[in-house]
C-alpha cells in the first residue's frame, strides 16, 4: 500500500500511483507552472507510457490534473507517448512528444484547450515520418523553440559508430519539418559509462538554452537500454551547430537525477526538473505500487567558474516549520556530534561551513538510534589546494541488502577560505544535496523506525559558522493517497 510506505516523500511531487519517470511539457503558462511527466497509471513499471499532468501557482504545492496523453488504439503511439515539450503556438498550447509503435518513436504532436486540459493528436502524425538516416541508435525526444519566425527543434539521437547527438530541424508550422543536420555529435568510440565524461551512444532528452550569454545544451548519456548520467556542453550555438568549450557532469548522482529539462519562467528564471530514479529492487517497487519521484524544482544559473550551478527555487522555504538554528561552533578533530534538535524524515538542513586544508566534514542523516543505519554526506578540502569533493556514502544507508548502497561523488569548488555552502533536503527516499552550487541527488532506503538523527563529524577542525535545520510540511494532505 503506497500510502503506508514510510519510503514516500511527501513534498517532492510523485504520481498518484503507477510509475513516474521524465519531466515532459513544462512551462509557466498564464501564471501557472505545468508539469506533466511520464507516468504509467496501471503499474509501477515502465510500460505503454502516458503523459501525468500536475499544476502548481508557487512550485511547491501541486494539484492533479486529467492525464494529457493516452496511448491510442492504434496510430503512431500505440505503444506509448513519450517524452516531448510544451510549446505556445500563437496561443495555441501545443506538444511535441515522440509516438511510440513497436521498437520505433517518431515525433507527433497534440492541442490542447486553453486550460490545458484536454488534447487532440494531430491527424497528420507522425509530422517526421522517419528518421533522417539508417545508421541510428535511436530517434526521440524534443526540444523546440522559436527562432527568427521559424520553428526549430531537436531530436535526440546516436550515429552508430560515431556517438551520441541532436538531429536539428526547421519548421513554419510544427507539422512540416525540414531536416537541416547534426547540432553536433558526441564520441561514442573512446569511453565507458565508468567514464563519466563518456557521452553514451544516444543523447535522451536534449535541451538547449542559452543563460547569461553562455549556451547550454543539456542531455542524458544513453546506451542500448541502459540510463547512465545528465551531462551539459557549454559553448555556442551559432546557425545551425553548436560548437562547444566544454563538457560537465550536471547532477553527481548519475542516473537518480536522469532525462532533466527545464523552462524560463515569467520572472526570467530557468527551472529544472529532473526524475530521480528508484534504487530498490522490482519487488518492493510493485509491492509499493508507486515508483519515480521529481526532483525539486531547481533554479539554474551561470556560475563565475562559467559552470551551472543549481539551488532549490527560494519558494520552498515556504514548507519550513520549527526552525533550529545552531549558531557558530567548532568540531574538533575526530569528533562526532548528534544533533538534538534536528530530527527527522523530512528535513531542509542548510549550513556553512569552513575547512582548513586536508580537512573533511560529515553531515549524518537518517540515522538510527544504534547507529546501524545512517547516511553520510562528506565535503573536503585536500591538503594541498585546489577542487575538494562532495561525496555521499550510502554504505549504511539501509539494512536492507536490496538497496542500492553505491556512493556517490564529484569535484566541490572551494575558494581560498575553504568555505562550503551545504544544503540538504531530506524526504523519506528522495535525497538531494547542494554543495556550492554543485548537486547531488539520489535515493535512500532506511528500514528502522528511528532513522532520523541527524550529526556532524569532522577529520580536522571544522568551523560550523551556522547551521540551520527544519521539519518540512508536506504537500499533500495527509500521506499522497494510492490512486486510482
Ligand atoms: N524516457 C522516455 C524517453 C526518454 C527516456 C520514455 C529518458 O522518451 O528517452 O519514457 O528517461
Not at 98 to 119: F, I, K, M, N, Y
Not at 430 to 459: C, K, M, Q, S, W
Request: hydrophobic share 35%.
Amino acid at each position: 500500500r503506497a500510502d503506508l510506505d514510510p519510503h514516500r516523500p511527501r513534498f517532492h511531487f510523485t504520481a498518484p500511483g503507477g510509475w513516474l519517470n521524465d519531466p515532459n511539457g513544462l512551462a509557466h503558462w498564464d501564471g501557472v507552472y505545468h508539469l506533466f511527466y511520464q507516468y504509467n497509471p496501471l503499474a509501477a513499471a515502465h510500460h505503454r507510457i502516458h503523459w501525468g499532468h500536475a499544476t502548481s501557482r508557487d512550485l511547491v504545492h501541486w494539484r492533479d490534473e486529467p492525464v494529457a496523453l493516452v496511448p491510442g488504439t492504434d496510430g503512431p503511439d500505440r505503444d506509448g507517448c513519450w517524452s516531448g515539450v510544451l510549446v505556445d503556438d500563437g496561443g495555441t498550447p501545443t506538444l511535441v512528444y515522440s509516438g511510440r509503435h513497436g521498437e520505433r518513436e517518431l515525433p507527433c504532436v497534440a492541442t490542447g484547450s486553453p486550460d490545458l486540459r484536454s488534447w487532440r493528436k494531430d491527424p497528420a502524425n507522425p509530422v517526421i515520418a522517419a528518421p533522417p538516416r539508417d545508421d541510428i541508435t535511436a530517434f526521440r525526444d524534443h526540444c523546440v523553440w522559436r527562432e527568427n519566425g521559424k520553428w526549430r527543434q531537436l531530436v535526440g539521437s546516436g550515429i552508430r559508430g560515431v556517438g551520441g547527438t541532436a538531429f536539428l530541424y526547421e519548421s513554419e508550422d510544427l507539422r512540416d519539418w525540414r531536416y537541416v543536420g547534426p547540432l553536433l555529435t558526441g564520441d561514442a568510440g573512446t569511453g565507458t559509462a565508468a567514464d563519466l565524461d563518456w557521452t553514451g551512444t544516444m543523447w535522451e532528452c536534449v535541451d538547449l538554452f542559452r543563460i547569461d550569454g553562455t549556451d547550454v545544451l543539456a542531455f542524458s548519456a544513453w546506451d542500448e537500454g541502459a540510463t547512465h548520467y545528465p551531462l551539459y556542453w557549454t559553448g555556442r550555438y551559432e546557425g545551425d551547430t553548436f560548437t562547444p568549450d566544454g563538457l560537465h557532469r550536471l547532477d553527481y548522482g548519475q542516473r537518480y537525477f536522469y532525462a532533466p529539462q527545464s523552462t524560463r519562467d515569467a520572472l526570467g528564471r530557468r527551472v529544472l526538473f529532473g526524475w530521480l530514479q528508484e534504487g530498490r529492487d522490482e519487488d518492493a517497487v510493485a509491492e509499493a505500487g508507486w515508483c519515480g519521484v521529481m526532483s525539486l524544482p531547481r533554479v539554474v544559473t551561470l556560475g563565475a567558474d562559467g559552470r551551472l550551478a543549481q539551488a532549490p527555487v527560494p519558494e520552498l522555504a515556504r514548507l519550513r516549520r520549527e526552525a533550529v538554528r545552531t549558531g557558530a561552533f567548532t568540531v574538533t578533530d575526530g569528533s562526532c556530534l548528534r544533533l538534538d534538535g534536528v530530527q527527522g524524515d523530512q528535513l531542509d538542513i542548510e549550513t556553512t561551513l569552513r575547512l582548513v586544508p586536508g580537512a573533511s566534514a560529515r553531515l549524518v542523516v537518517r540515522e538510527s538510534e544504534d547507529g546501524s543505519e545512517r547516511t553520510v554526506i562528506e565535503v573536503s578540502r585536500p591538503a594541498d589546494g585546489g577542487a575538494g569533493t562532495l561525496r555521499l556514502h550510502r554504505g549504511a544507508s539501509s539494512l536492507d541488502p536490496a538497496a542500492d548502497s553505491e556512493p556517490r561523488y564529484g569535484e566541490l569548488p572551494l575558494n581560498g577560505e575553504g568555505v562550503v555552502e551545504l544544503r540538504v533536503l531530506v524526504d523519506h527516499s528522495a535525497l538531494e544535496i547542494f554543495a556550492n552550487g554543485r548537486a547531488l541527488a539520489a535515493r535512500i532506503y532506511p528500514t528502522r523506525a528511528d532513522a532520523l538523527a541527524v550529526g556532524i563529524e569532522a577529520t580536522g577542525p571544522v568551523a560550523v559558522e551556522r547551521l540551520d535545520a527544519w521539519r518540512m510540511a508536506p504537500v499533500f494532505d495527509g500521506p499522497r493517497p494510492l490512486w486510482p
